[in-house]
């Protein structure tokens, strides 16, 4: 079974502009979240979506938003980025509220 | 709201044991979880405990003490792979609770 997926990889973008980073979870995993890491910040939780619905929600500016379609994948965007927004962006998929997480390698953001 | 705290970094030799604890404030509970993450790899799950006790799985234990707010993993036999920075994480119990991550104990293993 595939894991979980993240594109692109690396990312550099320019103060101001926004990007779009892509999750594909492990098949039948309903469950998507998505963390921000920073060195000596640890994983810091952004959002979880289930079923399309935005079901939790970080502490983040409404800057960073995401959504999820009908076979699971998902998406975050950041817009009018930042330097302090420089950080490894990882998505994680669970089969159920039980079941631990399965990370993505995660998308290297870097604002310049 | 919710937090975690555990050390920021752990010296131990190799063959060794080492813990490394975690205590936690939360409205609710749901279980405290272990990932281990090497550099530049993505963060691995190793352990779950929902009730009080130990979880053994080979060479890595976790414990969990409800009444306290606290736990922690073991690691026995320690290896130079182990090498690794290891996030305790917690759940709550609603449907709906996030889960959320300790800021991580770096683990240095020295020959």
């Known amino acids: 079974k595939a894991g979980v997926t993240q594109t692109p990889r690396y990312l550099i973008k320019t103060r101001g502009q926004q990007v779009t980073l892509s999750c594909s979870p492990i098949s039948g995993h309903r469950s998507v979240s998505w963390y921000q890491q920073t060195p000596g910040q640890g994983l810091q939780f952004l959002f979880e979506y289930f079923s399309e619905t935005q079901r939790n929600k970080g502490n983040f500016p409404g800057r960073f938003s995401g959504r999820q379609f009908s076979n699971s994948r998902s998406e975050m965007n950041v817009s009018t980025l930042e330097l302090g927004d420089s950080a490894l962006y990882l998505c994680?998929?669970?089969?159920?509220?039980?079941?631990?997480?399965?990370f993505g390698n995660g998308t290297r953001l870097t604002v310049t | 709201g919710q937090s975690l705290e555990q050390p920021s970094e752990v010296t131990a030799v190799e063959g060794a044991i080492v813990q490394i604890n975690c205590t936690y404030q939360?409205?609710?509970?749901?279980?405290l979880s272990w990932y281990q993450q090497h550099d530049g790899g993505a963060p691995t799950f190793l352990s779950y405990?929902?009730?009080?006790g130990l979880e053994e799985t080979g060479r890595f234990s976790s414990f969990l003490s409800r009444s306290d707010s606290y736990g922690y993993l073991l690691l026995q036999e320690l290896q130079m792979k182990d090498s690794a920075s290891y996030f305790c994480a917690v759940g709550g119990p609603g449907r709906d609770d996030k889960i959320i991550f300790g800021k991580g104990t770096r683990l240095h293993i020295l020959p």
């Open positions: 994680a998929s669970r089969a159920g509220q039980n079941s631990p997480l399965h």
């Open positions: 939360t409205s609710g509970f749901y279980g």
């Open positions: 405990n929902a009730l009080d």
